[in-house]
Each structure stands twice: as C-alpha cells, then as structure tokens.
C-alpha cells in the first residue's frame, strides 16, 4: 500500500489543494502572511502522514509523525478562523472548511489510537 491510499491523507490532500485556490483571492498583502501560513499547515497535515506511513514499522516514530500532522491540522483550523476574522472568507466558507479539517483530524487520531492497524 502507498499512503495515499490513505483516506486521511486523501482528504488533507483535497482540503489543502482547495485552501490553496481559495487563498488565491486574498489580498496579496498577505501573500507571507495569512496565505503562505495557511497553504503551508494545510500541506504539511499530508506530509507529516507520508513521512509516518513510511516509518509505521516503527510504533513510537509514526505515532510522533502522525501526532505532527494532527498539530498542523489544528493550525489550518487557526488560520481559517483569522481569514473569517479578516473577512477574507464567508461564514459558511469556514464552517464548511473547519467541518472537513474536523474529519481528517477523527481519521488523523484513529490511526494514532490504532497504529497496528498500519503496521506491516
């Protein structure tokens, strides 16, 4: 199996590739800012799962990796709730994007809860 046939990693990957087009329309004032910070955590929840399914063979290394993807997970939810504040982003555009970071975060601890399951 590869890791992206992870579920968790698939939708981290969809919720990233969607933050990175919407954060297109933000003002570019904040291209190092907000955009780069919010495109940069919601890309790094998937890379921190590559990086811990490659090291599942070892219990305590994929935990540690997995629990770095759940942190990042909990920082796009931050960024988003500053883009809502800055009203980059709607009301429901938030809510719709903290409900699917709110997902991968529950796939995210099942494989921490459950790190035989992806042993080889």
Known sequence: MSFKTLLAYQKGFD???EIFHLT?????SEMFGLTSQMV???RSVCSNIA???RKRRYEKHFI???SDADSENSETQLWLDFALACN???EE????LIDKSHEIGKLINYMINNPQKFGL
């Open 64 to 66: 540690s990796k997995i």
């Open 88 to 90: 980059y982003i709607s």
């Open 24 to 28: 297109k329309a933000f003002p570019k």
């Open 15 to 17: 919720l990233a590739m």
């Open 93 to 96: 555009k938030n809510k719709e």
């Open 40 to 42: 940069c955590s919601s």
């Open 51 to 53: 990086e811990g399914y």
